[in-house]
């Protein structure tokens, strides 16, 4: 508590920045560049994992049939720099884990690039295909361009409204700044029948906004390996997402789980997977496996040896966003489609 305290100035200070730094777009004095044609920006108000790729991969399935889909994104946790085309065969340290996730999911149905600079990337994705349909991953901050619609993200159990900014609290950006949003967008939601949905949408009424609400749906572990336990008593879960604790819902009762968990976008090395390996031998007892997400297998992948491969069980766990009225949401973004 002291130590909040103590950096109640600077969070104050970067209040007054950020909120300078709006007012200088909200005036003129900084110029927004429109994106041309049609484009959604996926994003959020607050660090930390909101679920922004899921909803990303979710908008790319629902237009791909309509419209060549291109993402745009920073590339978070990359060491190049500078506009990339992201390939199947890239490597995360070259374009990030998530947008590398997207690509090998989504292949040659969807355009994926990084850039840090926003405007620039756009002007790309423009030059390479004139009628595509620009999701913008993460970039609700970066004014520099202006989506045709803005989504922002928040987590159920983190209330815009109880935050505070940086660094007391998670907030990139004031609450208020939901005034720029188009759609609120509440995720992780637990099961939609165990709280009150139109009194947690009336928060934030004052906005004048759509509020909808969205959770993942585990689906059934796939192996990733040639080495598989079907049945198992004990996971080793390997993750590096913010909210490791959050997959345990994933697991029945009686399943005994060890975290090896890592900081958000953390890039993994081979002597760490050998200490995972290691870990999983005090367990040898075939009962246990490994377990990790879509996000960080393409970041272990490369590093597995051909032999890890035949001795480790590693599978994955996954999910679809399910949604409290589906049916709402896609007609909200085929109102905006249609309209553009």
Avoid at 32 to 39: D, F, L, Y
Avoid at 101 to 127: N, Y
Avoid at 231 to 237: A, D
Avoid at 286 to 307: C, E, H, M, R, Y
Wanted: proline share 5%.
């Amino acid at each position: 508590m002291n130590l909040k305290r103590a950096l109640y100035p600077f969070a104050m200070l970067f209040g007054f920045i950020s909120w300078l730094r709006n007012l200088c777009f909200d005036l003129g004095f900084f110029k927004s560049q429109k994106i041309p044609g049609q484009s959604i920006c996926v994003g959020n108000l607050a660090v930390g994992g909101t679920g922004k790729s899921p909803h990303t991969a979710y908008l790319i399935e629902l237009l791909q049939t309509q419209f060549p889909i291109q993402v745009l994104s920073r590339g978070y946790g990359r060491k190049t720099k500078g506009f990339r085309v992201v390939e199947a065969t890239s490597l995360p340290e070259e374009v990030g884990d998530e947008p590398l996730m997207l690509k090998k999911r989504f292949h040659d149905k969807t355009q994926v690039v990084v850039c840090e600079d926003r405007r620039f990337g756009v002007r790309k994705l423009k030059e390479m295909q004139p009628n595509g349909f620009i999701l913008l991953d993460d970039a609700f901050q970066h004014r520099w361009v202006k989506a045709g619609l803005n989504l922002v993200l928040n987590t159920y159990d983190k209330p815009l409204e109880k935050e505070a900014l940086l660094p007391v609290g998670r907030l990139r950006e004031p609450a208020n700044q939901l005034k720029r949003a188009d759609a609120l967008i509440i995720t992780k939601c637990p099961d939609f029948q165990s709280f009150d949905q139109n009194k947690l949408g009336a928060r934030y009424q004052k906005y004048q906004l759509p509020v909808f609400f969205s959770r993942y749906a585990y689906l059934p572990l796939t192996p990733l390996t040639a080495a598989t336990i079907e049945l198992f008593e004990r996971v080793i879960l390997v993750s590096a997402i913010a909210h490791p604790e959050n997959l345990a819902e994933a697991f029945q009762q009686g399943i005994e789980i060890h975290y090896q968990s890592f900081g958000d976008h953390h890039r993994y090395s081979t002597k760490e997977i050998k200490e995972i390996h290691q870990f999983f031998d005090t367990f040898a007892d075939g009962k246990t496996v490994l377990v990790t997400t879509a996000k960080d297998w393409v970041k272990i992948d490369p590093l597995l040896s051909p032999q890890d491969r035949k001795s480790y069980p590693w599978l994955l766990l996954d999910f679809q966003l399910e949604w409290s009225d589906e049916q709402a949401f896609n007609q909200f973004i085929k109102t905006y489609v249609d309209a553009n």
